[in-house]
């Protein structure tokens, strides 16, 4: 069966930080691109970061540049979203998504959905 297992997130205080995870099964995992998105109460799905098969490639938002890194491990068909200086305006639920030989940097251009996670930043 092909998913995306996500694991991680919760409440964090301003200036916090989180670390995502999203494990893929029954797929092979380096002809995906991973990436991850958000969506907030009242808005659009909205792209995070994006991560080439075998992580060569790593791509932001520019609301997220220099705050959170994007990685993959080959090894564990694992990607992170690893989060730092949250910001109230971060908080969302976070979903990673994945599509074979491309990488996602559109919810529509997403094939396969992770099930979401709460991502909850308090000021």
């Known amino acids: 069966q092909v998913q995306l297992v996500q694991s991680g997130g919760g409440l964090v205080q301003a200036g916090g930080s989180l670390r995502l995870s999203c494990a893929a099964s029954?797929?092979?995992?380096?002809?995906?691109?991973l990436g991850w998105f958000r969506q907030a109460p009242g808005k659009e799905r909205e792209f995070v970061a994006a991560?080439?098969?075998?992580?060569?490639?790593?791509y932001y938002a520019d609301s997220v540049q220099g705050r959170f890194t994007i990685s993959s491990d080959n090894a564990k068909d694992t990607v992170y979203l690893q989060m730092n200086s949250l910001k109230p305006g971060d908080t969302a639920v976070y979903c990673c998504?994945?599509?074979?030989?491309?990488?996602?940097?559109?919810?529509?251009?997403?094939?396969?959905w992770g099930p979401g996670t709460q991502v909850t930043v308090s000021s």
């Open positions: 991560i080439s098969g075998f992580g060569v490639s790593t």
């Open positions: 029954g797929l092979t995992f380096s002809n995906y691109g």
């Open positions: 998504g994945g599509r074979k030989w491309d990488v996602p940097k559109t919810p529509v251009r997403v094939a396969l």
